[in-house]
């Protein structure tokens, strides 16, 4: 299986900051990358698809970026909704796989 | 837009079979050329893949399940279901069904049920 590593597991951000999370492919997996929100008691949403691109009604402060082994999701300045559990997804080979997952905390 | 929503019994003994279903509206899973599927997520293991299926017949399933799943859709209900036979307390989960779209990414999901393996 593919292995994502993603860090930090953790972070403390104020509102307005730009908060970075990477995610690292233990192989090639191109930009078969997603990304997805989480937050207390709801379901995954997901954000990013094939490394950058944005999900319909998804807000541009979301980006993402990368290819092969090393991909970043960034947000550009932290607002107090985006607080929430941010994981990557590999679904370039099965079985799909999920990062650990980074908690965004209000600093 | 569409909406996914599970159903089945939140409490499940031992060594027994888990039976979830998926209902889906505000789209038709016999007209899609989307993937549907099932995740589960705990504290301990965090978010698995546990597979999905086309209703054309093709379905994944994550090998370390493989053995014990069975996904299958209903397209006269608009439904699709999990089984995992065997259970035990390492399958206590909340468990999602999914939409896959853009190759395999989750981009609709249901609320998720929690399912518990006790006696």
């Known amino acids: 299986d593919i292995q994502m590593t993603q860090s930090p597991s953790s972070l403390s951000a104020s509102v307005g900051d730009r908060v970075t999370i990477t995610c690292r492919a233990s192989?090639?997996?191109?930009?078969?990358v997603a990304w997805l929100q989480q937050k207390p008691g709801k379901a995954p949403k997901s954000l990013i698809y094939a490394a950058s691109s944005l999900q319909s009604g998804v807000p541009s402060k979301f980006s993402g970026s990368g290819s092969g082994t090393d991909f970043t999701l960034t947000i550009s300045s932290l607002q107090p909704e985006d607080f929430a559990t941010y994981y990557c997804?590999?679904?370039?080979?099965?079985?799909?796989?999920f990062g650990g997952g980074t908690k965004v905390e209000i600093k | 837009q569409v909406q996914l929503q599970e159903s089945g019994p939140g409490l499940a003994k031992p060594s027994e079979t888990l039976s979830l279903t998926c209902t889906v509206s505000?789209?038709?899973?016999?007209?899609?050329?989307?993937?549907w599927g099932w995740v589960r997520q705990t504290p301990g293991k965090g978010l698995e893949w546990i597979g999905s299926?086309?209703?054309?017949?093709?379905?994944y399933y994550n090998p370390s399940l493989k053995s014990r799943v069975t996904i299958s859709v209903d397209t006269s209900k608009n439904q699709f279901s999990l089984k995992l036979s065997s259970v035990t307390a390492a399958d206590t989960a909340m468990y999602y069904c999914?939409?896959?779209?853009?190759?395999?990414?989750?981009?609709?999901w249901g609320r998720g049920t929690l399912v518990t393996v006790s006696s």
């Open positions: 999914t939409r896959q779209s853009a190759g395999m990414v989750p981009e609709y």
């Open positions: 505000g789209g038709s899973i016999s007209r899609s050329s989307n993937y």
């Open positions: 997804l590999q679904y370039n080979t099965h079985p799909l796989t």
């Open positions: 192989q090639d997996i191109s930009n078969y």
């Open positions: 299926t086309y209703y054309g017949g093709f379905t």
